[in-house]
């Protein structure tokens, strides 16, 4: 196997933490354990992390991802 960039191996490692996040959510929603009200508060705590201190680009990385995640779920 070829070596990977530092950069190729963090995109893949959140690629695929993003891809088994909307899985585990979609299927705790389908299943009744979390409503969709529940995902709101969420990411809701999870996007006001971000609105403290300065911003930086693992800050506005991080904030990407949960909008991303959010977005996927909300269909």
């Known amino acids: 196997m070829p070596e990977m960039s ?18 585990l959510l979609s299927t705790l929603r389908r ?3 979390l409503t ?21 680009d693992t800050k506005s990385a991080a904030r990407l991802t949960l909008e991303i995640i959010a977005r996927s779920l909300s269909n």
């Open 6 to 23: 530092v950069d190729a191996e963090r995109a893949g490692l959140l690629a695929a933490t993003q891809a088994l996040m909307v899985g």
């Open 31 to 33: 299943k009744g354990v």
């Open 36 to 56: 969709q009200q529940d995902l709101d508060h969420l990411f809701e705590a999870g996007l006001l992390t971000f609105e403290t201190g300065d911003a930086d």
